[in-house]
């Protein structure tokens, strides 16, 4: 898949200009921190990041080593190829949403004191942070005040405002934003590059614009359009207008049954996908959901009832399910359309 085959692997193929230029600057002035956070929405960059910054402070051909003046990992010593294996025993991922609990954080801190096996830092790299729970963040905070020597913690979130502040105030803060459309386009051109695809700038720029500021979304589209074939400018646009999200439910709010099925058949006829569509249409269902019931009026951009949503979340649900075993793509979503309209007429 593009977004893992194309992962940035060096400070200079990071396309977040941002993050680029700061992380560039910490590593040239060779103060290393001892814990990072980083903060942004999802797909922007944050794991490769981390993971560029571990191999950077310990790989064996660079300045950290005293072999030459880059600071970049040179990506083919011992220390750089088993770190982006996951094989490294200095370099530690370690998701917080499913390891929140004082017990885990503890033996982290303790494994954390020893000293690095084959590189020169070991690196805790701290998904999703603010899932921690408060004894766990106290006991962490302990070991930012005085952390091992040869150890450097990266924390990210995509929710900052759930740390602690006394947490927040002890890391330097590298705040990832929302990607650039220039930046999105310069990572596609990277890759369509690899690729050998023929892609004009204006479509590049059409595909970032449809990826909501994400740097996956954005390489996941160009896949996709790729497999689908749909890569000169039109092609694009058609598919992915009519596949944009939330299109079909605008439709199903205000139009009459025989609009919502004219949709789907013009969306599949066109090459559309059922199944991303369903996707792409759950994703928004569930969205309103959460926003209707906890009276959040800005995310509130469909007017269904509750009642309503649940309903169609069910239906939606039941024809992704039964995707697999129909032997006509648009069927189960048809029946999930049909099915609606018959409820709200009674
Ligand atoms: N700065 C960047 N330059 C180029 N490509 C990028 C950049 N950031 C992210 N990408 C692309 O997006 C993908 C996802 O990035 P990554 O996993 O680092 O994001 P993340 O912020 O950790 O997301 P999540 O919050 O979902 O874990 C990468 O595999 C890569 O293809
Ligand atoms: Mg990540
Ligand atoms: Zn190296």
Request: aromatic letters at 6%; a neutral charge; charged letters at 25%.
């Amino acid at each position: 898949m593009f977004y893992l085959k194309y992962r940035p692997q060096t400070i200079h193929e990071l396309d977040n200009t941002q993050i680029r230029e700061r992380m560039t600057k910490l590593l040239d002035s060779k103060e290393l921190p001892h814990a990072l956070l980083f903060v942004g929405p999802k797909g922007m960059g944050k794991t490769s990041t981390a993971r560029i910054f571990a191999k950077a402070v310990n790989c064996d051909n660079n300045i950290f080593s005293g072999n030459g003046t880059s600071t970049e990992p040179c990506n083919t010593c011992a220390n750089c190829t088993t770190i982006d294996n996951g094989g490294s025993p200095d370099v530690v991922e370690q998701d917080a949403a499913s390891n929140r609990g004082i017990d885990e954080i503890r033996k982290l801190i303790r494994e954390a004191s020893f000293s690095p096996m084959t590189g020169r830092y070991r690196i805790y790299i701290i998904d999703e942070a603010h899932m921690i729970t408060p004894d766990a963040f106290n006991a962490l905070l302990k070991t930012l005040e005085e952390p091992p020597k040869s150890v450097i913690f990266i924390l990210a979130t995509t929710n900052e405002e759930k740390l602690p502040s006394t947490i927040i105030s002890r890391c330097v803060r590298f705040p990832f934003g929302t990607a650039q459309s220039k930046d999105i386009v310069s990572m596609l051109k990277r890759i369509a590059g690899h690729e050998k695809l023929k892609i004009t700038e204006d479509m590049l720029t059409l595909i970032s614009n449809y990826s909501e500021k994400s740097f996956r979304d954005a390489t996941k589209l160009l896949e996709e359009l790729v497999m689908q074939d749909k890569l000169t400018f039109d092609d694009a646009q058609n598919y992915l207008g009519i596949r944009s999200k939330g299109i079909l439910l605008e439709v199903m709010q205000t139009g009459t049954l025989a609009e919502s099925m004219s949709w789907i058949e013009e969306f599949t006829e066109t090459g559309g996908n059922v199944k991303r569509a369903i996707e792409d249409s759950l994703n928004t269902l569930r969205l309103q959901l959460v926003a209707k019931s906890i009276g959040n009026t800005s995310e509130q951009h469909l007017s269904f009832s509750l009642k309503e949503l649940s309903l169609l979340i069910k239906l939606f649900h039941g024809a992704y399910a039964n995707l697999r075993i129909s032997p006509i793509e648009a069927l189960p979503l048809e029946l999930a359309v049909v099915e609606f309209y018959n409820a709200r007429k009674k």
